[in-house]
């Protein structure tokens, strides 16, 4: 049976805190913002750097049996994005992860992304328009873009430009709570 208190953090390295150290990501400021607001969850990040939407598909079974997670939130997709990956396919495994945590009694927090017009503006836009679409199809709450506060901002993003630093995490934070605390419940 599902575990009401706890979330499930399923992502790449935009929730694996790269390049940081784990207690300055949003995850790991998430669990310190609960605990503040009077929520009593305990969050599991089971985020990868790296990670792609068919590992996260792999893994994610055992994470839910582990777990047992009565809140998933769902971040993945960029690194497929940068690989150019068939968005069918991209969009089928998201579908699928949204799927299994239904069955295991989870709901689901999609985060969308966005990724640099190296593949054409066609793909580009594609890709921006797939997580709307996939969150309209299975009702889920949305964020559509998870580094909307800081992508553009040098002063809170790593010297790559893809991943925010230790100032950038407390706004992607910011970001993602408003679609989140409607589904949360105090004690």
């Known amino acids: 049976m ?9 992502g790449d390295s935009l929730s694996a805190a790269y390049g940081l ?6 995850v790991a400021l998430l669990q310190k913002r609960l605990a503040r607001e009077g929520y009593e969850y305990e969050v599991v990040n089971a985020s990868v750097s790296g990670e792609t939407t068919s590992g996260g598909l792999q893994r994610l ?8 997670p009565g809140l998933m939130i769902l971040e993945l997709g960029a690194n497929d994005g940068l690989r150019g ?5 991209v969009a089928g495994n998201l ?6 945590a239904k069955q295991s009694h989870a709901r689901v927090l999609l985060v969308g992304m966005r990724i640099p017009p190296n593949y054409g503006p066609r793909y580009t836009d594609d890709f921006a328009r797939m997580y709307p679409q996939i969150a309209s199809r299975e009702s889920l709450p949305l964020v559509p873009f998870l580094l909307q506060s800081v ?16 100032r950038g995490e407390p706004a992607v934070l910011d970001t993602l709570w408003p679609q989140l605390e409607p589904l949360l419940q105090k004690k």
């Open 2 to 10: 599902a575990s009401d208190r706890t979330i499930l953090v399923l």
């Open 21 to 26: 150290r784990p207690e300055q990501g949003w």
């Open 61 to 68: 079974p055992r994470a839910l049996e582990l777990h047992k």
């Open 85 to 89: 990956l068939p968005l069918a396919v």
């Open 95 to 100: 579908e699928k992860m949204v799927a299994l």
């Open 151 to 166: 992508a553009l901002d040098a002063d809170r993003m790593q010297g790559d430009g893809l991943h925010p630093n230790a």
